[in-house]
């Protein structure tokens, strides 16, 4: 029995996402100029001032290069070949589940997240995306009566039109990275989460993203706000059809937490990876970031990311009050062809503040899968700390696994630890656990499990099987 | 049940296997019925725990030629997991660490798997920890043993002792225990093989794989065995164990040159 091959096998389970909804939509003609972002704008029905932002940025961005310091090689994307906005024909957003689209319904419910009344889940608050637009977003109304703002980021630009133009842009510069400045020109929905001081969100919030077309690409904008005392927890899910071309997501994600505030942003990508020979597959170059601007605030991100072809992205905290807390828990599993690029930044400006980074990389096939990560403490940042935990398993012999950790320190108060390991699946703990009844296919998931049971442990309770099942989505069977 | 002519449990004729292709047994014969403990002893390297990982079917050893049978069927070809589901269970001797993995659930899926070839129903969270905590007696371990990873962090003592935990939920037909008594303290080593022959039944066998006579002290075998090059040499009473703590391998070395001498 030659084992690495049935591992290999067992991680090369079908895409279970890969459907197309079959729905009328109303794109806009392909390419990018002037026009295009204010036919954006317009169709948004946007205040001027977003408008000038987006011009502004598209400007920035004629004026930048596509990086190409990761060592990431894709075939570079026609900005001009791209489709800037997509929406299932209905244009406004209804008022009620009752006037969406059945088969937009349906195709939620085809991916696991009911949206109307009966089945929706029962604490969890979900904004759905269908390519460039939110479709719903459930228990708006029990949010509000504790203050609490979730909705679409468009809704939010109409609506609090205070809050957006005085936090967007303020943690990514428009200006920032490439993509960013992309994404900042043409972004189309994405989410709006305020959390008033002293309030503690009653639920976890969850925004799932679903790409439909195939030439259309998704730059989807969150920002997410807790002022002085507040908490969130919140969620994002992602899942693509499968084309046989690339898709472009370009998300940017900001986060701001005041005094005293705690965010928890936690990630489950799927985005269709490409197929067993490499083609097709979404390209995942995303910027988020968080800022904890508030003394004693907090920002956690943990992610799971197991599909896209090339994941590029490093959700980062910028720890500028004192004694703030940034946290990172990464899980990145890749196969075949695929590439991950991905790590963190915490940038430790405050005095007292603390870092933390646990990094799990799984890659099989072919496939890539780097930890990438900056820790960077500034003169003021006197009695900082970090720990950094990055570890990584091969499974088979071509693929890849590379661990880049960046340490910058101008401040001698302060304490960095870094620890790295790489490990293959022992056929011993395989032996041991098969040799108690358990079978090869359950063994691995088990394993796999465990080695990632650090990140686990740091997903909302309702998300973590969720994700749990996912790995065993990919590595089919199941995971206790 | 007719108890005057007991059925077989594990038959192994002319067993030769190799890992990493360096031969390591030369032609292993053992006969083992129900309600039998056999020893088996002898030096480091002798084959010991080579024939263990064979009868458990570790992919790393290869069976080069012979048979092993399992209530009369072939089992050479069945996986791992499959030996276990139909009642052989290996006790290790360095059982591994697998952090990560809860212990009360690798017992939970682990029980259910050979409840499911049992036809008995597999047990729920709850219905488990009852069982669970109901066979935790027998080995005189800690419940907080069962929020732990899987043996991760176990001391040498504690980790045996999971070992017969697993033996006592999996409820096998034969257990080949590789030096249990290994590493452990006089109480611990009580405590360990109490739970063995508290766990021994008219319908299941034993194979205790030991250097020391003092485990057979606690648990009397019903045969010995000396292994020696890949081979078992000698067979016979628990008197055999007795000789060989007193005059140590090598009066077996003595008694096999008397023999070719004779011949």
Not at chain 2, 161 to 177: C, F, K, W, Y
Request: charged residues 25%; aromatic residues 8%; hydrophobic residues 35%.
């Amino acid at each position: 029995m030659n084992q690495t091959n049935t591992v290999e096998e067992i991680v090369s389970q079908p895409y279970k996402y890969g459907f197309i909804t079959d729905i009328e939509t109303e794109k806009i003609p392909k390419g990018l100029n002037e026009d295009v972002i204010k036919l954006i704008s317009k169709k948004k029905k946007e205040p001027e001032f977003l408008l000038k932002f987006r011009l502004r940025a598209y400007e920035q961005w004629l004026r930048m290069k596509e990086p190409d310091w990761s060592g990431l090689n894709y075939s570079k994307v026609d900005y001009q070949n791209l489709v800037y906005y997509a929406a299932p024909k209905q244009d406004i957003k209804k008022k009620s589940l009752d006037e969406v689209d059945p088969k937009l319904l349906e195709t939620f419910d085809k991916l696991g997240i009911p949206l109307s009344e009966q089945k929706r889940l029962s604490n969890v608050a979900v904004d759905a995306v269908f390519d460039s637009v939110s479709i719903a977003t459930t228990y708006k109304e029990k949010l509000a009566e504790h203050g609490v703002i979730f909705c679409s980021i468009s809704e939010a630009i109409n609506e609090y039109p205070d809050l957006i133009e005085k936090y967007m842009g303020t943690v990514v510069p428009i200006n920032d990275n490439f993509f960013a400045a992309l994404n900042s020109a043409v972004f189309s929905d994405g989410s709006f989460v305020f959390i008033p001081k002293g309030i503690e969100c009653p639920m976890e919030l969850s925004s799932y993203f679903r790409i439909n077309s195939g030439d259309t690409g998704q730059f989807e904008r969150t920002l997410i706000i807790a002022e002085e005392s507040s908490s969130v927890s919140y969620l994002e899910g992602c899942t693509a059809p499968m084309f046989d071309t690339n898709t472009l997501h370009a998300a940017v994600v900001e986060l701001v937490a005041l005094d005293n505030a705690s965010i928890k942003y936690s990630t489950v990508q799927n985005w269709y990876a490409g197929n067993e020979k490499g083609i097709g597959g979404i390209y995942n170059f995303v910027t988020k970031r968080g800022e904890c601007r508030g003394k004693k605030s907090k920002i956690s991100w943990s992610q799971v990311e197991t599909g896209s072809a090339i994941t590029w992205k490093y959700p980062s905290c910028i720890l500028q009050g004192d004694n703030s807390i940034g946290e990172f828990y990464s899980i990145a599993l890749t196969n075949n062809f695929q590439k991950a690029d991905t790590g963190t930044k915490m940038i430790h400006i405050g005095k007292n503040t603390k870092s933390k980074i646990v990094s799990k990389g799984i890659s099989a096939g072919k496939s890539k899968n780097s930890y990438r990560g900056l820790v960077s403490i500034s003169p003021s940042a006197e009695g900082s700390r970090n720990y950094s935990q990055c570890d990584s398993m091969l499974i088979g012999d071509n693929a890849s696994a590379n661990t880049y950790p960046y340490i910058q320190s101008k401040q001698p108060q302060s304490n960095i630890e870094h620890e790295a390991s790489t490990c293959r699946i022992s056929e011993d703990q395989l032996f041991y656990l098969q040799s108690r009844g358990i079978d090869f296919e359950e063994s691995v998931s088990m394993l796999i499990s465990g080695f990632c049971s650090d990140v686990f442990n740091e997903l909302p309770m309702e998300f973590a099987s969720e994700a749990d099942k996912l790995l065993a989505l990919k590595l089919e069977g199941s995971v206790g | 049940m007719n108890l005057s002519t007991p059925e077989t449990i594990l038959s192994i004729q002319d067993l030769h296997a190799s890992v990493e292709d360096q031969q390591i047994l030369y032609g292993v014969n053992l006969l083992i019925k129900e309600g039998e403990i056999h020893a088996i002893m002898g030096r480091n390297g002798s084959g010991k725990s080579t024939l263990s990982k064979v009868i458990a079917g570790h992919p790393a050893y290869k069976v080069l030629s012979g048979s092993i049978n399992f209530k009369g069927t072939n089992i050479l070809e069945l996986a791992p997991e499959e030996r276990a589901r139909v009642g052989i269970f290996l006790g290790f001797q360095y059982p591994v660490e697998i952090p990560g993995v809860s212990n009360l659930e690798f017992l939970r899926v682990a029980t259910n798997s050979r409840r499911k070839e049992l036809l008995k129903n597999e047990l729920d969270t709850f219905e488990f920890e009852d069982l669970v905590k109901e066979r935790l007696k027998i080995v005189e371990m800690d419940p907080a043993f069962l929020e732990r990873s899987v043996n991760e962090g176990f001391s040498g003592g504690e980790k045996k002792r999971n070992e017969i935990l697993q033996m006592a939920l999996l409820e096998p037909v034969i257990s080949i225990l590789d030096e249990t008594d290994s590493g452990l303290d006089i109480d611990a080593l009580r405590i360990v093989a109490s739970g063995i022959n508290k766990l021994s039944h008219p319908n299941s066998a034993t194979i205790l794989i030991t250097h020391y006579q003092r485990l057979l002290n606690e648990i009397t075998p019903d045969f010995v065995h000396i292994m020696a090059d890949g081979k078992i040499i000698k067979t016979g009473n628990k008197e055999l164990a007795i000789d060989l703590e007193k005059s140590g391998y090598d009066f077996i070395d003595k008694n096999t040159k008397d023999k070719e001498l004779a011949k």
